[in-house]
């Protein structure tokens, strides 16, 4: 009771501080430079392509240093330190951001503003087919993106940018970034590097990628019920300690862009390779019938069920500025993307083989500002489309082949008169699954959204957001009929489901005065017809069926970030920040909803000079005690981490980190992991690494 008490009390403070500067507390995420910057990134994630400090909701940017100063591997664990955002943790190579308690397909994951066409919402043992070393910049909405992305955006958009297809004119002759590193703990290494050349109007861009690592270090057994179990006289042998069990991750990439750009015009295109080989726990692939006997070779070499996976993606990329009718600049983009992925089990034969084959594409218009009612208006217009074939075979098929495609079209209009501004927008989608085996559901979505700022002087934004989105059911929700081994289920879906609608509500408040800066979101997502999957009490193939169901749902929380410089000595500037977020879910009839990510509080200092910077940090994760039916309470925790960084010269042509993780070699077991009883995070782990440009 004493440590949930000063978790409220401290969440009190930090909130309290967003109305008094002069409190020297402060808070950003751990990736980021801990001192308060001057600049506003533009985001182009928005639609219209907004400065940071003036979108009315939660955005996260994370520019190439900040990735690579966070955790190496899934893209849900490089974000997963960011307020709002939790991780599906479910193996060493297989993460997906879980934003403000929403995952799987309620989030859209986009390379460079197109969908990544990969099999990660269908379950949460599939990676994502993103890759933060290849990442320049990530960009993160946090709250409904409908508009420019369709309903599947309801819960946010996660946008990963790499710069393969230049956009704008680059500084002839060569250049180059580079990064290598190793990871004690984690038993991991892992390089990076990319060349560029630019001759007058071409510009060609080369980036490769590799990282292996072994099963990681834990600090106790890797079965959260291996003691008890002891206890009542198991053979302690049975159990994995001091190491997480098929836990290792490999991955590899290559990728190839060229672009012809102008004063107001660009063109590129670009093809990009992934391929990833990782481990997947033992628990969650267990077939009935499977030999439990294999040779020592066998052994060595298959220890564990695993995941093969492979991407090819090739991506093109126009745009242009000049005055055209209203316009006054628009570009395109389009990706084809050809992604498989076995699944083999430890004897080393192949399982079920994933495919998902398929294309987008995206063109958007923006209007040139105009004067209206003694104010400005600008506005963006868009269609988008999308057509993917999704097919599964092999023995855990538990969906038969379907193909989705979808065409749309959105504006939203923004108008802009002194310390106010009024934005406004409409999409809709026709969206069609047709079923091998149930034929064909066709589904017409609509989403709007209003939102109003207040500016009174530039170092204060006051924002509130709403919005009514319509998601229609996936390819899982509706056709599933079958075991469903990584959600330890028989999944059954429901053919007849119709459109989730959901009306949110988001207020958001930033301050930013020198040294200083705050900001705070509370929000609130109601879904009429939330698509649940519940447990029927049945059991199939010895396993529990769960049916997808419909029922109405309530999100409500909150994130809050206060920064500050506290003060400067000898050249040093020391800096202090906190970050909160919190979110509560559950069934309007009464229940939780399952994975609910639990409170977090993390507490930062760090000092600054000219060539090195040192940062301590302490995270406190709360326990999940409000939990849905045949789910299990999980435990807090606290993470220890500290960083340094030291860049001998004054260019950024080479730089050195040290990356301490979990120093203190706690046993943390995350709730939103369907495998947390069988994998616990990683124990105390130091990175080393060397990175820089030229």
């Given amino acids: 009771m004493r440590e949930s008490g000063m978790r409220r009390m401290m969440a009190s403070a930090a909130a309290a501080a967003l109305c008094a500067p002069g409190l020297l507390v402060g808070g950003q995420a751990w990736a980021q430079d801990a001192r308060v910057s001057e600049e506003e990134p533009i985001i182009v994630t928005a639609p219209l392509d907004r400065a940071r400090g003036d979108i009315a909701q939660g955005v996260v940017v994370l520019d190439q240093a900040a990735i690579l100063e966070a955790?190496?591997?899934?893209?849900?664990?490089?974000?997963?330190?960011?307020?709002?955002?939790?991780?599906?943790?479910?193996?060493?190579?297989?993460?997906?951001p879980i934003i403000r308690g929403l995952g799987e397909d309620r989030i859209r994951i986009l390379s460079n503003g197109v969908g990544v066409i990969d099999a990660s919402s269908v379950s949460p043992d599939h990676a994502v087919a993103a890759e933060g070393l290849e990442a320049e910049r990530i960009e993160v909405l946090r709250g409904p993106a409908a508009l420019a992305y369709g309903g599947n955006a309801v819960g946010g958009v996660v946008n990963v940018i790499d710069g393969l297809i230049a956009e704008e004119p680059v500084e002839n002759g060569f250049s180059g970034k580079y990064y290598a590193g190793v990871a004690t703990g984690l038993e991991s290494e892992a390089a990076a590097g990319g060349v560029g050349f630019a001759n007058g109007p071409l510009v060609v861009r080369l980036e490769a990628f590799t990282r292996s690592a072994d099963d990681y270090e834990i600090p106790g057994y890797a079965d959260a019920h291996a003691e008890e179990e002891i206890a009542e006289g198991e053979d302690p042998a049975a159990f994995a300690f001091g190491a997480a069990p098929n836990s290792f991750a490999d991955a590899d990439g290559v990728s190839l862009g060229v672009s012809l750009v102008g004063a107001r015009a660009f063109i590129g295109a670009s093809v990009r390779r992934f391929e990833t080989l990782y481990g997947i726990p033992e628990g969650s692939h267990e077939h009935e019938g499977e030999e439990e006997e294999e040779d020592e070779e066998e052994e060595a070499i298959f220890a564990g069920p695993r995941i093969d996976l492979e991407q090819t993606r090739v991506d093109l990329r126009a745009g242009i500025e000049g005055d055209f009718l209203i316009f006054d600049r628009a570009h395109a983009a389009f990706a084809h993307v050809d992604y498989e992925h076995q699944e083999i089990e430890p004897t080393g034969e192949p399982a079920t083989l994933f495919t998902n084959d398929g294309w987008e594409a995206r063109v958007e218009a923006h209007q040139r500002e105009a004067a209206l009612l003694g104010g400005a208006l600008s506005g963006a217009w868009g269609i988008s489309a999308f057509d993917k074939d999704f097919a599964a075979e092999g023995e855990e098929a538990f969906i038969t082949p379907t193909t989705t495609d979808e065409i749309g079209g959105f504006g939203v209009q923004s108008w802009t008169i002194g310390p106010f501004s009024l934005e406004g927008g409409l999409r809709y989608d026709r969206r069609?699954?047709?079923?091998?085996?149930?034929?064909?559901?066709?589904?017409?979505?609509?989403?709007?959204?209003?939102?109003?700022?207040?500016?009174?002087?530039?170092?204060?934004?006051?924002?509130?957001?709403?919005?009514?989105?319509?998601?229609?059911p996936t390819e899982t929700e509706l056709f599933a009929d079958g075991a469903h081994l990584a959600t330890a289920a028989y999944e059954i879906g429901d053919p007849g489901l119709v459109e989730e609608i959901a009306e949110t509500m988001e207020l958001t408040a930033r301050w930013r005065a020198g040294g200083f800066r705050a900001e705070a979101s509370i929000y609130q997502a109601a879904f009429e017809d939330y698509i649940a999957l519940v447990p029927t009490g049945d059991e199939l193939d010895e396993l529990p069926v769960f049916q997808f169901v419909q029922a109405d749902a309530t999100f409500e929380g909150g994130e809050v970030e206060i920064a500050a410089d506290l003060f400067e000595a000898g050249g040093i500037t020391v800096s202090g920040d906190v970050a909160y977020d919190w979110v509560a879910g559950a069934f309007d009839a009464g229940g939780d909803l399952p994975r609910v990510p639990p409170r977090t509080l993390t507490l930062g200092l760090a000092a600054e000079h000219e060539r090195f910077g040192v940062r301590v940090e302490l995270q406190d994760v709360d326990a999940q005690r409000d939990v849905a039916a045949f789910e299990e309470p999980t435990d807090g925790y606290q993470l220890v981490n500290a960083q340094l960084t030291f860049q001998p010269f004054d260019t950024d042509a080479l730089s050195f980190l040290i990356d301490g993780r979990n120093l203190t070699d706690q046993e943390a077991r995350v709730h939103t992991s369907f495998t947390k009883d069988a994998l616990p995070r990683p124990g105390a782990s130091v990175r080393f690494a060397v990175l820089g440009r030229f």
Avoid: C, K, Q, Y
Wanted: no cysteine.
């Fill in 71 to 96: 955790p190496i591997g899934g893209l849900g664990e490089t974000l997963e330190g960011e307020p709002g955002i939790a991780s599906s943790f479910f193996a060493g190579g297989a993460s997906r």
């Fill in 432 to 472: 069609t699954l047709d079923n091998a085996v149930e034929g064909e559901r066709e589904f017409d979505l609509m989403s709007v959204s209003a939102s109003g700022a207040w500016r009174p002087d530039p170092r204060f934004f006051l924002g509130l957001t709403l919005a009514r989105t319509e998601r229609a």
